[in-house]
């Protein structure tokens, strides 16, 4: 694993085996979060959502316009479960 | 060793730094210094600490990344809760601040 | 539930503007921001703005942002600090949490001006202390006022990497180089020739192969590319440095108009995904409205001329009246700060954006 | 590993230099913006109207070298930092540059530095004349610094 290169800084997933997964047919973002967990951790994929997209770019030449971008849920923002279920 | 403080005390725009209410931190059981209104991993900064916590599969050390609170790079324990953003999180009076292995363990009920 | 007339979610350039514009014809605001303090990133700009007088010109970011935060204060604008909009629900209802608490605001209109997010460059170890956001560093020593590191390279040669530069220097660091991938330099010639007299190093057709250092950064790899933008490997060079920043452009943050149900398109030259909206910066879903970076990365002097039509449109609607005179002048001084090399094809993509609007609003 | 070169007749040859017969008759304003930002502060700003942007606003800013008297406003004002003042005659001979000035701490009067050119390479010794302090200016400090007049069109900033 020497010079890896992570993608997702929370769920600490390679850019290798976000390749791998794309290989095998996954072609957006939804799918990628649900093959790897990428863009799971407590960050909510702020950060590497944009490089995935650039990577299924890379290696398929889907158009960015066209992958799928991750779906937008609430919370936006990492906040405690206790205070929403009050 | 040292002592470290890489805070900008004069700044040619800026000016100078304000003096602010000086309180105490405990960064893994280690006094140090701080500011009223400061974030906790500015003044872990200031004194030269950038290694926050490791991460749970590569067991990679993390520091500040985005520094808004966005990222969720510099989550420590503090004061027993772990996950804490401490790059927008102030620090207060006897903080306890912890470097952070994995996601933490709890310590404290908040519940 | 709270009811309030007009909620802006962000309170940056774009959002106070919204707010003093729409308060000053008589509309309840609020604005709500997860910081401690509002301006967005105006506080951390500490460095004069380009523009016209009426752009305020010549002013300092961090100057004009107390400016707006005085006359939001006056015009008695209900301001909710630390407070996170967490989503957006059906019937313009927004969650918030607020001291602890959760609320829920249900809006006539919503302006959203959540501004932008940095773009990331994964290499090897990018992930050690010692790598981070070139807006990160801006908020290390111009908010917390305190040095990240103390040698450092910059990735990206745009107006914040080499502004960014600047300011590292003016904050005490060493900077022992800019490196670009492209052959010239994305930002402005006089930004870089503010550092470039002060002997720092911008190195063109040059990217990083990797950060060095076992848990912290120590070091880097820079390596010149050729023109498919292949590192010419044999040509790599090791230069000492604790802090490598990474400037390579921003994102619009808009995960709020995504979940609003607003229409996207796609924008390279204004950063990515941008909300579809007219000329009165009504996007797709009526009465939300968009301003500032979260409709197209530009600068925070388009982003305030942005808020003020989103403010002055949200006024009209809910008061019944018209104010095209005084839009038609922020348009005219829009389409003045679009013009240029730089500012030519943000006003083109701008301009597409609310043809495709009227498009997809007609077939939808 | 290539480098941007400021000093390159490329961008060199994209400033509108004063005359050499207005720079010897006393300071000047030298005005390096070659692009077309959207900016027009230093026209505004200049009492004697030796500035023009005019319009659009992206236009270059051409001085009027005649209506030009050296007083300076033009510097601190510019966004770019891009405005310097010359005075050929200082004295037989050296030349005095004026340039903005952001960094701590400010050097003193009298103080022996290194003059650099626009790439910030080494030119030759000079010495600082004199220090306004930034309050004026809204935090940018003028600095004017004498060396011999041969390098009048390099040299344009220093180090201590």
Known sequence: MKNKKIICRCKEITEEEIIEVIKKGIRDIDGIKRALGAGMGLCQGKTCTNLIIRIINRETGIPIEKIRQQTSRAPVRPIQIKIISD | MKKKDLRIYKHPILGDLPERKKIYIYFNGKKLTAYEGEMIAAVLYANGIRRLRRTERFKEVRGIFCAIGRCTDCVMTVDGIPNIRTCITPVKEKMKIEFQEGLGKWKKKIW | MEEKDLVIIGGGPAGLCAAISARKKGIDVLIIDENLRPGGQLFKQIHRFFGSKEHMAGVRGFVIGEKLLKEVKELGVEVWLNSIAYGIFKDKVIGVIKDGKNILVKAKSIIISTGATENPLSFPNWTLPGVMGAGACQTMINIHRVLPGKKVLMIGSGNVGLIVSYQLLQAGAEVVGVVEIMPKIGGYLVHAAKIKRFGVPIYLSTTILEGVGKEEIEGAIICPVDENFKPIIKKKKYIEVDLICIAVGLTPLNELLYQAGCLFTYKGYLGGMVALHNENMETTVENIFVAGDCSGIEEASTAMEEGKLAGISVAEKIRGKKWEDEKDQIRKRLDDFRIGTFGEKRKLSKEEIVREYYERVKTW | ?160
């Open chain 4, 1 to 160: 590993m290539k480098e941007l070169k400021l000093g390159e007749k490329t961008y060199l040859n994209k400033i509108s230099f004063p005359s050499f017969e207005r720079i010897k008759k006393g300071s000047v304003a030298i005005i390096e913006c070659i692009e077309d930002i959207p900016c027009n502060p230093c026209e505004t700003i200049c009492k004697f109207g030796a500035i023009k942007v005019g319009f659009p606003i992206t236009s270059l800013p051409i001085l009027d070298e005649e209506k030009c008297t050296g007083c300076g406003k033009c510097i601190p004002i510019c966004p770019g930092l891009a405005i310097f003042v010359l005075n050929y005659n200082f004295s037989e001979k050296d030349c005095l540059l004026t340039i903005p000035y952001e960094f701590l701490p400010l050097p003193k009067e009298g103080e022996k530095v290194k003059c650099l050119d626009r790439d910030g390479k080494y030119i030759c010794e000079g010495k600082i004349v004199k220090v306004i302090q930034p309050e004026r200016n809204n935090m940018t400090a003028l600095v004017s610094f004498a060396f011999p007049k041969k390098y009048y069109n390099k040299v344009r900033s220093f180090k201590k």
